[in-house]
């Protein structure tokens, strides 16, 4: 199975900041890999697909980078509401592994 | 777009099975796949297989590989993800996802259904 970590586990900053998360898998995984936000209650919400593409609707504040292990999400100015966790999800092969997520909270 | 409802919390016994349901509407449902992913009570996500409606098809997750049934059935866009043998440690929220795929995009989740606790305990 190909392993997804993220970094770091949490996150504290203010709006207005802007942040990056960071994913590595195991191997390569090419541009296949997914990001997602999961606020508290909620079911998760599909931010970025294929490393760079951003789901429809999606603020353009998102944006997303990365090939082959090492991929980035990046929100350029924070808003109230991106306070939740974020995962990455490779879709390489099967299984499809999720990271452990970034929970991003408000310092 | 699509809409995903899923069927109700449950509270089955150890040992037992549950049968979740996940009714789509809008789109086609044959033309994207289906996938469960679930999440334990402060986890993170867990892939457990998805299924493909219009080849009928299912993978797994090696980890479920004998425990889960995933099936479609496309006369009422639903699909259905049965785990068996229950354990406390399954005790999470299930959620079904549209699997979407193309060419250089490879799979992604883009719609999810509300999800569904499923509790286990004697």
């Known amino acids: 199975d190909i392993q997804m970590t993220q970094s770091p586990s949490s996150l504290s900053a203010s709006v207005g900041d802007r942040v990056t998360f960071t994913c590595r898998a195991s191997q390569s995984i090419s541009s296949y890999l997914n990001w997602y936000q999961q606020k508290p209650g909620e079911a998760p919400k599909l931010l970025i697909y294929a490393a760079f593409n951003l789901q429809s609707g999606v603020p353009s504040r998102f944006s997303g980078s990365g090939f082959g292990t090492d991929f980035t999400l990046t929100i350029s100015s924070l808003q109230p509401e991106d306070f939740a966790t974020y995962y990455c999800q490779q879709s390489y092969s099967t299984p499809r592994t999720f990271g452990q997520g970034t929970k991003l909270e408000i310092k | 777009q699509v809409q995903l409802v899923q069927s109700g919390a449950e509270v089955k016994k150890p040992g037992s099975s549950v049968k979740v349901s996940c009714k789509a509407s809008?789109?086609?449902?044959?033309?994207?796949?289906i996938s469960w992913v679930r999440q334990a009570p402060g986890q993170g996500l867990e892939w457990m297989g998805g299924i493909t409606p219009i080849l009928g098809t299912a993978n797994y997750a090696q980890k479920f590989q004998g425990r889960v049934t995933i099936t479609a059935d496309e006369s009422t866009s639903t699909a259905y993800m049965e785990l068996s043998r229950l354990r406390s440690e399954d005790t999470a929220v299930y959620y079904c996802?549209?699997?979407?795929?193309?060419?250089?995009?490879?799979?992604?989740?883009?719609?999810w259904g509300q999800g569904t606790l499923v509790t286990v305990s004697s």
């Open positions: 996802a549209s699997c979407k795929s193309g060419y250089g995009y490879g799979y992604y989740f883009d719609y």
């Open positions: 809008g789109g086609t449902f044959s033309s994207y796949g």
